[in-house]
Structure formats: C-alpha cells, structure tokens
C-alpha cells in the first residue's frame, strides 16, 4: 500500500522560514509527478508547486520567488523550502504523488502537515 508522510509544518512567524518534506513507501515505480498543494481556511485545495520528471517547477503565482520545490535523493521523496511566509500561507499543506505504470494511472495524497503563519 502506498503511503505519503507529510513533516516540517508548524507554528512559525510572519517573514520566516519552514521546509516540508514528503516521504513515500509502498510504491513499486518512481512518480512521474509530484508537488505540494494547500487548504487555506475558508478556501478549495490549490496547487502551490509542482515537479514533473525532475524537469521545470511549476509554482502558484502567489508563492514564486518565496518557494523551492525538490526532490529529495530517495526516489518518490519531494521537498518544499518556504522563505518570507506571511498569514496567507497558513494552510494545511498536502503532498500529491501521480504516476502511470503498466498502462494504469496512479494518484496518491499525503494526510496533510499544517502551517500556521503568525503576523
């Protein structure tokens, strides 16, 4: 069964810094597709960053220049660096993997770490 495990989220200050990590298990072929979305209160689930084949990030235009998505060193390990976090960016912050393997198409979701901005 194929798990992702969110960390890193947490209680940090308006102009700080926070790095999620998500940690998959379970999967037999590496995702074609990983990225972070977020639940904001009161808003839909969005797209914040977006990695397609270790090839170029796709970012949400409120978070460029302010986020970094990578891939971690282990397969199916993705990571997001957040600079100059404001009380906008608190949200609940998913991880999504997708992959196609054996001619079947595959899309997982991480439970979620949350991430409260203080002004």
């Known amino acids: 069964q194929v798990q992702l495990v969110e960390s890193g989220g947490g209680l940090v200050q308006a102009g700080g810094s926070l790095r999620l990590s998500c940690v998959t298990s379970?999967?037999?072929?590496?995702?074609?597709?990983m990225g972070w979305y977020r639940q904001r209160p009161g808003h839909e689930r969005e797209l914040v960053a977006e990695?397609?084949?270790?090839?170029?990030?796709n970012y949400v235009d409120s978070v460029k220049g302010r986020f970094t998505v990578s891939r971690g060193n282990a397969r199916n390990t993705l990571h997001l660096q957040m600079n100059s976090l404001n009380p906008d960016d608190t949200a609940v912050y998913y991880c999504?993997?997708?992959?196609?393997?054996?001619?079947?198409?595959?899309?997982?979701w991480g439970q979620g770490t949350r991430v409260t901005v203080s002004s």
């Open positions: 379970g999967s037999r072929f590496a995702f074609q597709t």
């Open positions: 999504n993997a997708k992959g196609t393997y054996a001619k079947h198409s595959y899309d997982y």
């Open positions: 990695l397609q084949d270790r090839s170029s990030a």
